[in-house]
């Protein structure tokens, strides 16, 4: 690929993941994206077969990277230390707030059931890998899930809230429970 084509689709990519964390997987259009990154429509095709190609690319990469950045936690940590550390920052005000970053899973899992099964697929893998991350050790494998999915869904709960106390307690709540 020649690097011209190459940053062209670093630029619709990143367009479209600003879109899906603003908006979710379904409802940004090619045209919007393609607007955003600069590029017209015309020229999509030219980097991707169709839209739900698009964001599935996007979304695997949004959460491939999330799984880096837990990844470089110290390895010396316990599992449950990881979680604590991590839940720290998730489940805080800044990240609820800032919506052109962040998690995309609570932008997009209530959209997944109409997705095609490979979104699925990829959510799965990255719950897997996730989880190991996570666990100091196989026994702690089913807390560490549990940890993610008070993770994900406390966020989820505060950020349809939006800014107020109800929220800041759905978080401060969250955050408690990880132990």
């Known amino acids: 690929m020649g690097e011209k084509k190459a940053q062209a689709r670093e630029r619709i990519l990143a ?8 908006r979710g ?9 393609m607007g955003a990154a600069g590029l017209t429509v015309g020229g999509f095709y030219a980097h991707f077969e169709n839209k739900e190609a698009l964001m599935l ?4 990469q949004m959460l491939c990277r999330r799984r880096e950045r ?15 550390l991590l839940a720290a920052f998730y489940l805080s005000r800044k990240h609820r707030d800032a919506r052109e970053q962040g998690c995309p899973l609570p932008s997009s899992l209530g959209e997944l059931g109409r997705m095609p099964g490979g ?6 893998e990255h719950i897997e890998l996730m989880t190991a991350l ?3 050790s196989p026994e702690e494998a089913d807390q560490a899930l549990a940890d993610i999915a008070l993770m994900v869904g406390g966020l989820a709960l505060a950020r349809a809230l939006g800014p107020g ?8 709540a969250a955050k408690s429970a990880i132990v």
């Open 165 to 172: 106390e109800l929220s800041d307690r759905v978080l401060r």
């Open 25 to 33: 997987l379904v409802e940004p259009g090619v045209g919007e994206v």
């Open 70 to 84: 837990v990844a470089q936690l110290d390895p010396a940590l316990t599992g449950q230390d990881r979680r604590v």
């Open 119 to 124: 979104f699925r697929g990829v959510l799965a």
């Open 57 to 60: 690319e996007v979304f695997q």
């Open 134 to 136: 996570l666990a100091g």
């Open 15 to 22: 367009a479209a993941g600003a879109a899906l964390l603003q």
